[in-house]
Nanobody, 117 residues
Framework: QVQVVESGGGSVQPGGSLRLSCAAS????????MAWYRQPPGNERELVAT???????TYADTVKGRFNISRDDAKASVYLQMKNLKPEDTAVYYC???????????WGQGTQVTVSS
C-alpha cells in the first residue's frame, strides 16, 4: 500500500510565499507523473501544475510565472513553491502521484492555503 501526505499549507498575506511538500511512502517501485490540484471554496477541483518523470513541468495559466513544481524521486516527493500569492489562490491543495503503474493514482488528504490581508 502507498500513503501520500501533504504539508506546508497555512495562512499568508497577498504577495507572500509558501512551499508545499508531498511525500509518498510504502511499497513504491516506480514513480511516474506527479501533479498538484486545488479546490477553492465552493468550486471544483482544478489542475495547478504537473511534472513528468523526466522533470518537465506544465502550469495552469493562472499560476504561470508564480508557482514552480519540482520533484525528488529519491524521497518520492513533489513540491510546489508558490510566490506572489493572491487571494484567489485560496484553496485546499492536493497532491496526486502516479505510482507503480500508469494511471494508478494516489492522492493526499489536502492542505489548506489561505491568502488574506
Amino acid at each position: 500500500q502507498v500513503q501520500v501526505v501533504e504539508s506546508g499549507g497555512g495562512s499568508v498575506q497577498p504577495g507572500g510565499s509558501l512551499r508545499l511538500s508531498c511525500a509518498a511512502s510504502g511499497s513504491i517501485f516506480s514513480l511516474y507523473n506527479m501533479a498538484w490540484y486545488r479546490q477553492p471554496p465552493g468550486n471544483e477541483r482544478e489542475l495547478v501544475a504537473t511534472i513528468t518523470s523526466t522533470g518537465r513541468p506544465t502550469y495552469a495559466d493562472t499560476v504561470k510565472g508564480r508557482f514552480n513544481i519540482s520533484r525528488d524521486d529519491a524521497k518520492a516527493s513533489v513540491y510546489l513553491q508558490m510566490k506572489n500569492l493572491k487571494p484567489e489562490d485560496t484553496a485546499v491543495y492536493y497532491c496526486r502521484t502516479e505510482i507503480n503503474a500508469r494511471l494508478q493514482y494516489y492522492w493526499g488528504q489536502g492542505t489548506q492555503v489561505t491568502v488574506s490581508s
